[in-house]
């Protein structure tokens, strides 16, 4: 900071004017995005109160708190499954020994390639009444449909456990680096006080990783909260999907806003929770550095035990499922290399191409105004730009969808009564306004990973750039973006792949006769042509092997 101001004393007034206004410029881009990621909340919520209320009151009494109880259900149900199967296989990685260790501690990433909805699609086509399970089942047994009871998929414990089953890789990768972390002291001491091994993880090395943990299942819950494929498909009634139905079904938009604002204050109220659950504790090794933990060897029947428990949740949301969408796509007539397919790929990439670079440019602007101007305002606009992550799609779309089709309607009648032409939807028919949506829902993950970025740029460089002549567009062209470039790419891809798996948003805001591969997925998938729904699912999914690559590497660093 010294070396800055002494520059800046001793800098002729023009320059010292550039330097200024380049700021200025970052400070409004800012403010401009963080406002744009505040917008769709607040329209929901004044669309929700100005609107009528003769959809919602049609629904209060049945239908409201059928979805209100369905959703709790449904986060509770994957709140303790990410925690078990997630902490468990941390746990097991990281503190022990046994054969095949080392690639389930990569392996266990996998299914986070897949979306929810895809795994939905090939467990149904194989457990579903017609599916491959029963109809042998039937046929070695001689048993009709009613002389058995087996579980049923399309259900509320079915849809649950797809979304275990790849949101449980949040919980692992933050419960295994809190593993890490930790050294032996603490547990050790434990030990030697006469606890079990079991008692000590339970009482010292389980709360020195919570607030990890927590980050972990919360991240679980709002991807619940968001999920829209995996609730419609199996019918489960929770606000996602009731959303979609009011908005397109029953044509009313304000009752659509007050369901979403609903979903809205489950997921801020959920945040919020957490939040001052964890409250200010804080964990810290006692005394000097000390050595990392020494795993432990299991061998016999606790190797055996620890492996098919980490081999269940690889094989369960990975590999078989690759294997049941791969059979039922050899079954189908679809051509993914015909001029239909291709045109769908093209769309997607287009989406996720556009989404992504506006997506990185916007935490630019966020993450170098808090390197330029560290102090209240900045931390202000970045955290309400991360506040879009804990919003699902389906809110997104509607808070986005309502005043832009005002200003729409609006626009074209004045045209019309002034001049006599009829403009239509210029904004909300278009891509640009989804691009915008994608935008305010994965802002978090891209600022996130510039400013990991970022902090690898110690201050004295900033300081030399100005003592250079350097102005805020100088530094941040010449210093700061060639040495983010990894950050950067990281952040682009990850972005572009969530926009490639997002259902909800683009089945809302879509361009009419602008579909993509998720959306025909789900198209085929809701007409029950599952072997026909393998084909853009598989594509999906290999898409989204990309980032699970990179964190592939990090992991074997970091081993």
Avoid at 23 to 37: D, E, I, K
Avoid at 528 to 535: D, I, N, S, Y
Wanted: aromatic share 10%.
């Amino acid at each position: 900071m010294t070396a800055v101001s002494q520059t800046e004393d001793y800098a002729p007034k023009g320059r010292r004017r550039s330097r200024k206004s380049g700021t200025g410029v970052f400070s409004f881009l800012a403010w401009c995005v963080a406002l744009a990621c505040i917008l769709p909340m607040v329209a929901v919520g004044l669309a929700a109160v100005t609107g009528g209320t003769e959809t919602i009151r049609h629904l209060a009494e049945p239908v409201l708190p059928r979805y209100a109880l369905t959703t709790l259900g449904l986060v509770a149900l994957v709140s303790a499954g990410t925690l078990m199967v997630g902490v468990g296989a941390a746990w097991l990685v990281t503190m022990t020994r046994f054969p095949g260790v080392r690639i389930f501690e990569v392996a266990l990433i996998l299914p986070l390639a897949f979306p929810a909805y895809v795994l939905a699609y090939a467990y149904t086509y194989v457990l579903d009444h017609p599916g491959i399970v029963q109809s042998s089942l039937r046929q070695v047994t001689g048993w009709g449909p009613r002389d058995y009871w087996f579980p049923e998929i399309r259900s509320l414990g079915g849809a649950a456990m797809m979304l275990v089953l790849v949101l449980y890789p949040y919980v692992y990768l933050l419960a295994r680096a809190a593993f890490l972390q930790q050294t032996g002291g603490a547990f050790l001491a434990a030990r030697a006080l006469g606890k079990s091994a079991f008692e000590a993880f339970w009482r010292v090395s389980l709360p020195m990783a919570r607030p990890a943990i927590a980050s972990g299942v919360l991240l679980a819950v709002m991807e619940t909260l968001a999920d829209f494929g995996t609730v419609s498909y199996f019918g489960v009634q929770t606000f996602a999907p009731g959303i979609y139905t009011s908005w397109f079904s029953m044509g009313d938009r304000a009752g659509a806003a007050q369901l979403a604002l609903c979903l809205l204050s489950f997921a801020l109220v959920l945040a919020l929770v957490e939040r001052s659950t964890r409250g200010k504790a804080r964990y810290h090794q006692a005394g000097k550095q000390h050595a990392a933990m020494a795993p432990a060897d299991l061998k016999g029947a606790r190797a055996v035990g620890a492996w098919v428990l980490c081999a269940l949740p690889v094989c369960l949301g990975f590999l078989l499922p690759v294997f049941i969408l791969f059979n039922m796509g050899l079954q189908s007539e679809q051509n993914l290399l015909s001029r239909r397919y291709v045109g769908f790929l093209q769309n997607s990439v287009t989406l996720a191409t556009l989404a992504a670079c506006l997506t990185v440019l916007a935490a630019i602007c966020l993450g170098f105004y808090q390197r330029l101007r560290p102090g209240r305002p900045s931390a202000t606009a970045a955290y309400m730009s991360r506040l879009g992550y804990a919003v699902p799609g389906g809110v997104i779309a509607v808070g986005l969808m309502v005043p832009f089709a005002a200003v729409d309607n609006a626009f074209d009648a004045w045209m019309r009564a002034n001049f006599e032409i009829r403009t239509g939807l210029l904004i909300t028919g278009s891509i640009w306004l989804l691009v915008a949506a994608y935008m305010v829902r994965f802002l978090a993950a891209a600022l996130g990973a510039y400013e990991s970025g970022q902090s690898t740029v110690h201050a004295n460089m900033d300081a030399a750039a100005r003592s250079l002549g350097q102005g805020p567009f100088g530094m941040l062209r010449r210093v700061h973006l060639p040495m983010l470039t990894p950050s950067l790419l990281t952040a682009l891809l990850i972005v572009f792949v969530d926009v490639m798996k997002d259902l909800p948003a683009t089945l809302i805001m879509r361009p009419f006769n602008y579909d993509t591969l998720a959306v025909q997925a789900y198209r085929l998938a809701s007409d029950e042509r599952l072997e026909g729904a393998a084909g853009p699912s598989l594509v999906i999914m290999a898409v989204g092997l990309l980032p699970v690559i990179l964190i592939f590497r990090q992991v074997g660093r970091r081993r």
